[in-house]
């Protein structure tokens, strides 16, 4: 995003098939654009607090509970599922092309909450690179470089407003170092380095920008931070181990299939997922990259097969939607990046898909921090059971027979909507 940001090498893209490598049932709620006074999922808004509590040296504060979250509740006993769809976006920040601004608005008007994956380098300007100790490599370094001034100073105000909106700030870690002495080498103790220095350049940035005056983001973000999703997906059992001793809910950066997530070293394990690609005889994973990966295999292909290469990506996610929302109603994960690659195709399937998918019956388009509350609501035994379904498979004898169960004490007492 900044003039020295690097883009990622395509040359793991290929082959093809390995690309790379709340409500009974739910959110309770509405369709559409959201109304300010309500949720989106119908719950009711609880506002920021007026009085306003300064955290360390004032970059994040206190403000009360976050707006426009959905109480998580127990799935009434042989009831459907909802469809849970995450909108997920690596990196996060606001440049010129202004992608973060256009999507936080999309996911206004459809009703989506989002997953924001910040890189932590991007709330550090570029002349206070050396206070980023990035495990083994040089102080400074960076794989994706670092915004310019501006750009810093209005992603901190995209991330302010997202948050507002009822989005989640995740992270993207810090250097995006893939490949040979990458992410995919780092020991536990160097994931760990990680994640306290992408805490930190967010919890700090009016001491490494020296704008004083600016607002507060209105979380603290140690509790805001529950997940992130590694550079290139690489380095995932280590970071898993390090993520899981420092307050982390969830990983998102493993490559997985359309089914039920289980969790692996206490966090949820919710990847990318493989999906159709309309044409071809393999599935890709469900991101930008990988697509594009598999079509023109550069960040600027050929201008005469873009329309179809965007179709290629919209009709793909959207085959992978209608399996999970008529088979096993496992959650759909889509990830991406905030770049214009061939021409800016991949953000415009993107959101043809969340206009089409969010306004759907039964289906809540939420955050990974939302669907995580949403899964440690419910009965252990049920989510089991909705494990043994395979990719687009629904339950032989219905929803009924696969998840009824005898009503309990506990069952009674658990909210049901």
Not at 133 to 147: E, K, M, R, T, V
Not at 184 to 206: D, H, P, T
Not at 254 to 276: A, S
Not at 369 to 397: F, H, I, N, S
């Amino acid at each position: 995003m900044a003039a020295t940001r690097k883009r990622p090498a395509l040359t793991t893209a290929v082959p093809a098939a390995l690309a790379l490598s709340l409500a009974a049932g739910g959110c309770s709620g509405g369709d559409g654009a959201r109304r300010p006074e309500d949720s989106p999922r119908g719950a009711p808004q609880a506002r920021p607090q007026n009085k306003v509590q300064l955290l360390g040296d004032g970059s994040t504060s206190l403000t009360g509970r976050q707006p426009f979250q959905p109480t998580p509740r127990r799935l009434a006993s042989g009831k459907k599922p909802p469809q849970f769809v995450v909108f997920s976006w690596d990196g996060a920040g606001e440049d010129g092309k202004r992608l973060f601004s256009r999507f936080r608005k999309a996911g206004k008007k459809y009703g989506a909450a989002q997953t924001y994956f910040l890189s932590g380098v991007y709330a550090l300007p570029e002349d206070e690179a050396k206070r980023y100790s990035p495990p083994g490599h040089a102080q400074g370094a960076s794989d994706i470089g670092y915004l310019k001034d501006k750009n810093v100073r209005a992603t901190l105000g995209q991330v302010r407003k997202a948050w507002l909106d009822g989005s989640e700030i995740g992270t993207h870690f810090n250097g995006h170092f893939c490949g040979p002495g990458g992410v995919g080498s780092w020991s536990v103790e160097q994931w760990k380095s990680e994640i306290r220095q992408a805490r930190w350049f967010v919890e700090n940035w009016k001491t490494t920008t020296g704008w004083d005056k600016a607002r507060a983001l209105p979380f603290d973000y140690e509790r805001e931070l529950a997940g992130g999703r590694t550079p290139c997906l690489e380095g995932q059992e280590n970071l898993l181990k390090a993520a899981s001793q420092m307050g982390f809910r969830y990983d998102s950066s493993g490559n997985g299939t359309q089914v039920w997530p289980g969790k692996r070293h206490g966090l949820w394990d919710l990847p990318l997922q493989k999906v159709p690609v309309p044409g071809r005889e393999f599935e890709t994973l469900s991101m930008d990259y990988n697509f594009l990966a598999n079509q023109s295999g550069t960040v600027n292909g050929a201008v005469g097969k873009r329309p179809a290469w965007k179709r290629q990506m919209r009709d793909g996610l959207l085959q992978g939607f209608q399996r999970a929302y008529k088979g096993n109603r496992a959650p759909l994960i889509i990830g991406n990046h905030f770049e214009d690659w061939n021409g800016g195709i991949y953000m415009d399937a993107v959101e043809d898909v969340m206009k089409t998918v969010c306004r759907k019956d039964g289906v809540r388009c939420v955050s990974f921090r939302q669907l995580v509350y949403w899964l440690d609501a419910q009965d252990p035994r049920m989510l089991a059971r909705l494990r043994t379904l395979g990719v687009g498979e629904k339950p032989a004898g219905g929803w009924r027979a696969l998840l009824s169960r005898p009503v309990t004490q506990n069952a009674r007492a658990a909210k049901t909507g």
